[in-house]
């Protein structure tokens, strides 16, 4: 390579880092430009967030080095020469060298020449330097004023937009919260519904199974086995019964206030059978509602739907509050409540949505739930009775288990043990004397005949004691210390032990399970102080 041609590549080479510098700083001052009109739309007037500044900042910088390198081109040979001839002063020598290179010209040998002696003594650092200071300058100072803006600019809200944005976050964050709370409670549910049901099919299996295998002869074993399933089906009874649901469910109408006092009474009337066809089907009303409502555009009539269907599951929510009384039927349809709020934002318009349908579906899960747990309740209740009466029988010696292998279900062994019962109760008293009252025995607690036509020596007299005060015959006065503490330490421990016996008594005494919340209410509440 001759030395011309080193020369012309090295100024190639300083032109272009000459050009990519300039573009850098072309790139950077209009990157700062714009990231400062972003922060003042950002701060200033709030139409933007500012939470992606540092993201947008990075992005900027990386488009003006990509500019930068976009600009970059290798400038033609003779455009090389003539800059270089511009600034060494060889009047066009290197010029002429490469267009007499072009052309073939017949002084070639004679320019060739002399460029060659002159390239090695020429400075590119001082022909062609890099004037960069003026350009690093600008970007300093295009740096600071980015800085201070970040560091000083204020916020401010004239348009009430930052403010918006931060409802919308604090409702998002919201969102995931219940859908989250929505979808474990769903799990759990589902859980509780498998293990409960599993629960009494095992033990109602188990009491047909003894009533099946009963033998009058085993009547000791029958009593023991009878009594172990009688706690069980006792603990599970408590388990599955809703008392606060029943006693609300048990009261008389009451006032809704603006909404429809017959139709929430016919869902009471229906629950109380086990029956949730009214409940779902405004369920049903709700979630078609909310489909409907999502698929409308944003406008006044969609913010008038959304407000009447939250009015209208307000309602609900109430109704329900007041009628199940059950605290997860009341969170789910404030989690409904809450979502169908949420839902007003446009922008979280149809997560929001989705999100309330699934509380409704699990307000629904619930309440069937719910239903199914008076459904036990009173399947456990008829199981506990025919045990009762099958213990009877036991005792009687009367239980035979082959009888009733031809049942169905609880409703015939009911029906059979009651006969069995009526049977045994003719036994004893074939002329009905013990029941009436007149004879050995336990009464019925019918009213017991009299005849008042019938002369006795019965008189009616006034007692003619003294109704005031009369003589004192004796009085006995002492000053001592009564003996108290031993006695009242000894009725506490008698009371207490009444508290610990109640349980055991109860299933002992064969008391029926709707009876034992209030005796063990009435000994809960005896003094241990005499």
């Given at each position: 390579?001759?030395?011309?041609?080193?020369?012309?590549?090295?100024a190639?080479?300083?032109?272009?880092?000459?050009?990519?510098?300039a573009?850098?700083?072309?790139?950077?001052?209009a990157?700062?430009?714009?990231?400062?009109?972003?922060?003042?739309?950002a701060?200033l007037?709030?139409?933007?967030?500012?939470?992606?500044?540092?993201?947008?900042?990075?992005?900027?910088?990386?488009?003006?080095?990509m500019?930068?390198?976009?600009l970059?081109?290798r400038?033609a040979?003779q455009r090389?020469?003539?800059?270089?001839?511009?600034?060494a002063g060889?009047?066009?020598?290197?010029?002429?060298?490469v267009?007499?290179?072009?052309g073939?010209?017949e002084?070639l040998p004679v320019v060739q020449?002399?460029?060659e002696?002159r390239?090695?003594e020429?400075?590119?650092?001082?022909v062609l330097p890099?004037?960069?200071?003026?350009?690093?300058?600008?970007i300093?100072?295009a740096?600071?004023?980015?800085?201070a803006?970040?560091?000083?600019?204020?916020h401010?809200d004239?348009?009430?937009?930052v403010?918006?944005r931060?409802?919308?976050?604090q409702?998002?964050?919201?969102l995931q919260e219940?859908?989250?709370?929505?979808a474990?409670?769903a799990?759990?549910?589902?859980?509780?519904?498998q293990?409960q049901a599993?629960?009494?099919?095992q033990?109602l299996?188990k009491?047909d199974?003894?009533f099946k295998?009963?033998?009058?002869k085993?009547?000791?074993?029958?009593?023991k086995?009878l009594?172990e399933?009688?706690?069980e089906?006792g603990?599970?009874?408590?388990?599955?019964?809703?008392?606060?649901?029943?006693?609300a469910?048990?009261?008389?109408?009451?006032?809704f206030?603006p909404?429809?006092?017959?139709?929430?009474?016919?869902w009471?009337?229906?629950?109380?059978?086990?029956?949730?066809?009214?409940?779902k089907?405004?369920?049903?009303?709700?979630?078609?509602?909310l489909a409907k409502m999502?698929?409308?555009p944003d406008?006044a009539?969609?913010r008038?739907?959304?407000?009447?269907l939250?009015?209208?599951l307000?309602?609900f929510?109430?109704?329900m509050?007041?009628?199940?009384k059950?605290?997860?039927?009341?969170?789910?349809?404030?989690?409904?409540?809450?979502?169908?709020?949420?839902?007003?934002l446009s922008?979280?318009?149809?997560?929001a949505?989705?999100?309330?349908?699934?509380?409704l579906?699990l307000s629904?899960?619930?309440?069937?739930q719910?239903?199914?747990?008076?459904?036990?309740?009173?399947s456990l209740e008829?199981a506990?009775?025919?045990?009762?009466?099958?213990?009877k029988?036991a005792a009687?010696?009367?239980?035979?288990?082959?009888a009733?292998?031809d049942?169905?279900?609880?409703?015939?062994?009911a029906?059979?043990f009651?006969?069995?019962?009526?049977?045994?109760e003719l036994?004893?008293?074939?002329q009905?004397?013990?029941?009436a009252?007149?004879?050995?025995?336990?009464?019925?607690?019918?009213k017991?005949?009299?005849?008042?036509?019938?002369?006795t020596?019965?008189k009616?007299?006034?007692?003619?004691?003294?109704?005031?005060n009369g003589?004192?015959l004796?009085?006995?006065?002492?000053k001592?210390?009564g003996e108290?503490?031993?006695?009242?330490e000894q009725f506490r421990e008698?009371v207490r032990?009444?508290k610990?016996?109640?349980?055991?008594a109860?299933?002992?005494?064969?008391?029926?399970p709707?009876y034992?919340?209030?005796?063990k209410k009435?000994?809960?509440?005896?003094?241990?102080?005499?």
């Amino acid at each position: 390579m001759s030395q011309t041609q080193r020369l012309l590549r090295r100024a190639a080479a300083r032109m272009m880092l000459a050009s990519f510098g300039a573009g850098l700083r072309l790139g950077l001052i209009a990157g700062a430009v714009l990231f400062l009109a972003y922060l003042a739309v950002a701060r200033l007037l709030g139409l933007v967030t500012d939470h992606f500044a540092s993201l947008v900042l990075a992005g900027l910088g990386g488009g003006a080095l990509m500019f930068a390198l976009l600009l970059i081109r290798r400038p033609a040979e003779q455009r090389v020469a003539r800059m270089v001839d511009a600034h060494a002063g060889t009047k066009e020598l290197f010029l002429s060298a490469v267009l007499q290179a072009d052309g073939a010209g017949e002084f070639l040998p004679v320019v060739q020449g002399e460029a060659e002696q002159r390239a090695p003594e020429i400075d590119l650092a001082r022909v062609l330097p890099f004037r960069w200071t003026s350009g690093a300058l600008q970007i300093v100072v295009a740096g600071l004023l980015v800085a201070a803006a970040l560091r000083w600019v204020p916020h401010l809200d004239p348009f009430r937009k930052v403010e918006q944005r931060q409802k919308s976050a604090q409702q998002q964050q919201k969102l995931q919260e219940i859908r989250k709370i929505t979808a474990l409670r769903a799990e759990t549910l589902a859980e509780e519904s498998q293990r409960q049901a599993a629960q009494m099919q095992q033990a109602l299996a188990k009491l047909d199974k003894t009533f099946k295998e009963a033998q009058p002869k085993e009547k000791d074993s029958t009593l023991k086995q009878l009594g172990e399933e009688q706690r069980e089906l006792g603990e599970l009874w408590r388990k599955v019964n809703n008392d606060q649901l029943k006693q609300a469910l048990d009261k008389s109408a009451q006032s809704f206030g603006p909404m429809n006092a017959k139709e929430r009474n016919e869902w009471r009337e229906q629950l109380q059978k086990g029956d949730l066809s009214g409940i779902k089907q405004e369920l049903g009303d709700l979630r078609k509602e909310l489909a409907k409502m999502a698929a409308m555009p944003d406008s006044a009539e969609k913010r008038a739907a959304q407000e009447q269907l939250a009015h209208r599951l307000s309602q609900f929510a109430e109704a329900m509050k007041n009628i199940v009384k059950s605290p997860n039927v009341d969170e789910a349809l404030s989690r409904a409540l809450a979502q169908v709020d949420a839902a007003k934002l446009s922008e979280l318009a149809q997560e929001a949505t989705e999100d309330a349908m699934k509380s409704l579906e699990l307000s629904k899960q619930e309440l069937e739930q719910l239903a199914q747990s008076m459904k036990d309740g009173k399947s456990l209740e008829e199981a506990l009775k025919s045990l009762q009466m099958a213990k009877k029988l036991a005792a009687a010696g009367k239980l035979d288990g082959a009888a009733g292998k031809d049942g169905e279900g609880k409703e015939d062994y009911a029906a059979l043990f009651a006969a069995k019962m009526a049977e045994m109760e003719l036994q004893e008293d074939p002329q009905g004397e013990a029941r009436a009252g007149n004879g050995p025995g336990t009464g019925n607690g019918a009213k017991r005949p009299e005849d008042d036509s019938v002369t006795t020596g019965f008189k009616s007299e006034k007692s003619t004691s003294m109704l005031s005060n009369g003589k004192m015959l004796l009085e006995w006065k002492s000053k001592e210390v009564g003996e108290t503490g031993e006695r009242a330490e000894q009725f506490r421990e008698a009371v207490r032990g009444v508290k610990q016996g109640v349980s055991e008594a109860l299933q002992a005494e064969q008391v029926p399970p709707g009876y034992h919340d209030a005796i063990k209410k009435y000994f809960d509440t005896l003094p241990e102080k005499k």
